[in-house]
């Protein structure tokens, strides 16, 4: 049973503050850690998109680099570039992206790298025989990288139902061409009767698959199912309608994970339950949390850490939603738990676990 160690935000004293938690969580559960000296960690983030704030806060994860540093590794900030037309899908606007969201120094010291290159084509391909992917394309910096600290906010996604550590290292450390591989059979809907026909989809769109008249229309050919325009639509009028599809996607996305940290020394990876919002960071805006900030887990298991978080989620009462339902689904109508059974079944983790509390 895998161990998964959890800290509320609760506190009243100044040496026992979220900082000083958070480097006991990491102390905790990488106590047996293989040896760090001198060795590249990565830490996988998400630096937020422009506009938005419920991002992870450079902040939050300034402690866990302080504790990778103590333990003698070299830690660096990375994400990859995006398919979709944003802020990010190329390394000098993701840099830019990430300094206005004050992924800098002193705020947090550790430099920031884009792992895939300038234009989202510099990755390695690794071999992993799994059931959709005999391999996948890594991006350049997390393959060379020793070690990989998945790093996430944990919250709700349209097409996986939420999105944790698993999404965080499946989707965020892959290539464009990877995540490409990963979303091909994603074809979205429009709902004529909810499109206002704003044009955000057609700007957001990476390929020139929408076009906006009355209301948009996609044209599947030309589509490579990136979802985006679900994402930044205002109107909630696009939708991905065949479920296959999104288990589909769940799968791809734990296996590109196993693939990400294939390899690897085995390192801590931190969820951080709080601006639980019921979609990702990926649209320059931000929707209300569904429930109340929870506290933070840290896990040497990936798939034990995401099960924790959403159990975590689940039996506490929201805004709309009371304790005991499972919130994301309840959106998105989309069951998450779907990625956390095909990463057990793959070899990534375990669904089950232990909950040590350290903040009693």
């Known amino acids: 049973m895998s161990k998964v160690y959890f800290t509320d935000l609760s506190s009243d004293k100044k040496e026992d503050n979220l900082y000083s938690r958070t480097k006991k969580l990491?102390?905790?559960?990488?106590?047996?850690?293989?040896?760090?000296?001198?060795?590249?960690?990565?830490?996988?983030?998400?630096?937020?998109?422009?506009?938005?704030?419920?991002?992870?806060?450079?902040?939050r994860v300034a402690p866990i680099v302080e504790a990778v540093k103590e333990k003698g590794g070299k830690p660096f900030l990375v994400d990859s570039n995006t398919l979709y037309s944003g802020s990010r899908s190329n390394a000098v606007?993701?840099?830019?992206?990430?300094?206005?969201?004050?992924?800098?120094?002193?705020?947090?010291?550790?430099?920031?790298?884009?792992?895939?290159?300038?234009?989202?084509?510099?990755?390695?391909?690794?071999?992993?025989?799994?059931?959709?992917?005999?391999?996948?394309?890594?991006?350049?910096?997390?393959?060379?990288?020793?070690?990989?600290?998945?790093?996430?906010?944990?919250?709700?996604?349209?097409?996986?139902?939420?999105?944790?550590?698993?999404?965080?290292?499946?989707?965020?450390?892959?290539?464009?061409?990877g995540k490409l591989m990963q979303h091909y059979d994603v074809k979205p809907e429009v709902d004529i009767e909810k499109c206002i026909g704003c044009g955000e989809c057609e700007i957001w769109c990476p390929e020139d698959a929408i076009e906006v008249e009355q209301y948009a229309k996609i044209d599947h050919d030309a589509c490579i199912g990136c979802g985006e325009c679900r994402i930044v639509c205002p109107e909630n009028a696009i939708k991905v309608e065949d479920s296959s599809s999104n288990r589909e996607l769940q799968e791809k996305t734990a296996e590109y994970a196993f693939g990400a940290l294939k390899d690897k020394k085995s390192a801590v990876h931190f969820n951080f339950i709080m601006d639980v919002t019921p979609e990702c960071d990926c649209p320059p805006w931000r929707k209300a949390p569904l429930i109340p900030d929870i506290g933070v887990v840290a896990s040497k298991d990936p798939v034990a850490i995401d099960q924790a978080s959403f159990d975590l989620v689940k039996e506490e009462d929201g805004k709309d939603y009371n304790k005991g339902v499972d919130k994301f689904k309840a959106v998105h109508d989309v069951d998450g738990n779907h990625q956390l059974r095909h990463a057990e079944k793959i070899g990534l983790g375990e669904r089950e676990y232990e909950l040590i509390d350290i903040s009693e």
């Open 26 to 59: 990491f102390k905790m559960a990488g106590k047996d850690l293989e040896a760090q000296e001198e060795d590249l960690v990565a830490l996988k983030l998400h630096f937020g998109e422009k506009g938005i704030d419920t991002f992870l806060r450079p902040v």
């Open 93 to 177: 606007d993701h840099h830019r992206t990430a300094q206005d969201n004050g992924w800098i120094r002193p705020v947090i010291d550790a430099p920031v790298i884009i792992a895939d290159g300038l234009h989202g084509n510099e990755f390695y391909t690794l071999e992993i025989d799994r059931k959709h992917f005999d391999e996948v394309k890594i991006g350049a910096a997390f393959f060379q990288a020793d070690s990989i600290m998945a790093v996430s906010h944990f919250k709700g996604h349209g097409m996986t139902g939420f999105g944790g550590a698993l999404k965080n290292l499946g989707m965020g450390c892959a290539s464009r061409a």
